[in-house]
């Protein structure tokens, strides 16, 4: 079987090395497509791969279209809404995700960027600091829990709020289970947003729940940035001059919002919440590992459009 490794974003050489040993190992062969120009590219790679590893890379309908030998793709990381999963399921192609690879690294950075707004973004002023305040934890899944078990371990309060999760095991945790979104921003100094962008989540955190917060309230948003109404959330920040928002991921009118609201507000220049050697080296050697047990055994534990 041939296995496309397409990344427009590499991954660091060390992934490389350890995806073209299980793979190889594995009985496969192995091609590399980095650093690509265009979609164009990728569409052309895709005609002979039996699988495909990406990273953020956009497997779209016409990449789907052109792979005509295509059974499995792994999108090395969580998110896998760069991938057309419809278009995939319509052609029976396995689309499976590495989910708790790169978690840990996300929620390192959600912690820093807690303490990064609370003290002025490092800049001369009294900022405040994170302990004894409430974290609302905006789903508790495998970045959610790491952001929760941190920030306890900072002397913060966990709340969560996930109707995934049953309450119990939250509370096992030392996490108080929110009854309703509503509860949960309404109480918490920061919120961590942590929902994947789906039909569902999409455009779900507005005016009504970012406004609910208390005094000096700040969004932490690590996820998706289709999952905030950016319309409403300059708006709020409009009505509410103590709220503030910190993002991995910019939003379309950030520019606006930079400008408009100064220190309030951050963007991370391109998204970095899973840039870390550690995360980039355990997500690709799972995608690799992942395909060569599903040529072998069949195993789809991870897939996602079953
Ligand atoms: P995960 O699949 O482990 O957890 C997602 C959680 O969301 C699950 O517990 C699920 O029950 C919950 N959920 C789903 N719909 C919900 C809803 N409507 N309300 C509340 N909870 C809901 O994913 P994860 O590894 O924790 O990652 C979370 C998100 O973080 C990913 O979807 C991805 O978008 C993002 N992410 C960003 C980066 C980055 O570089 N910034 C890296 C990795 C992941």
């Given amino acids: 079987m041939k296995v496309l490794v397409a990344t427009e974003k590499p991954f660091a050489a060390a992934a490389v ?26 569409i052309e790679a895709v005609a002979d791969a039996d699988a495909l590893i990406v990273r953020s890379d956009k497997v779209t309908a016409d990449v789907v279209a052109a792979a005509g030998k295509l059974k499995i793709v792994v999108r090395a990381g969580a998110g896998y ?13 396995v689309v499976m995700n590495t989910p708790g690879q790169n978690s840990n690294a996300v929620a390192e950075l959600a912690i820093a960027m807690m303490i990064f ?19 609302g934890i905006h789903a508790y899944g495998n970045v959610g829990r790491l952001v929760a078990e941190k920030a306890m371990a900072l002397g913060m309060k966990v709340m969560a709020f996930d109707p995934f999760v049953p309450a119990d095991v939250m509370e096992k945790e030392g996490v108080e289970p929110a009854a309703s979104l509503e509860q949960m921003y309404g109480e918490c100094n920061f919120i961590s ?10 455009g779900s955190i507005g005016y009504d729940l970012i ?16 999952v905030i109404n950016e319309v409403e959330l300059e ?10 928002y910190i993002t991995d991921i910019a939003a379309n009118n950030q520019a606006e919002l930079n400008e408009k609201f100064g220190r309030r507000v951050f ?40």
């Fill in 211 to 226: 406004s609910a917060m208390p005094a000096g309230g700040c969004v932490v948003n690590t996820a998706r940035k289709e």
């Fill in 267 to 306: 963007a991370t220049p391109k998204k970095m919440g899973a840039e870390t050697a550690e995360a980039n080296i355990n997500a690709g050697l799972a995608a690799a590992s992942q395909i060569a047990d599903f040529f072998a055994t069949g195993n789809t534990k991870f897939q996602v459009n079953k």
């Fill in 17 to 42: 090395n350890g995806i073209r040993k299980i793979v190889t190992e594995a009985g496969h062969e192995i091609a590399m497509l980095e650093k690509y120009p265009s979609p164009d590219k990728l």
């Fill in 193 to 202: 947003v942590h929902i994947p962008a789906t039909p569902e989540t999409k």
């Fill in 117 to 135: 707004m609370s003290r002025n973004q490092f800049t001369p002023g009294t900022g405040s600091e994170i302990k004894g305040k409430k974290v």
């Fill in 235 to 244: 708006k709020v920040l409009s009505d509410r001059p103590d709220l503030k």
């Fill in 81 to 93: 809404d760069n991938i057309d999963l419809a278009a995939c399921s319509a052609r029976g192609i």
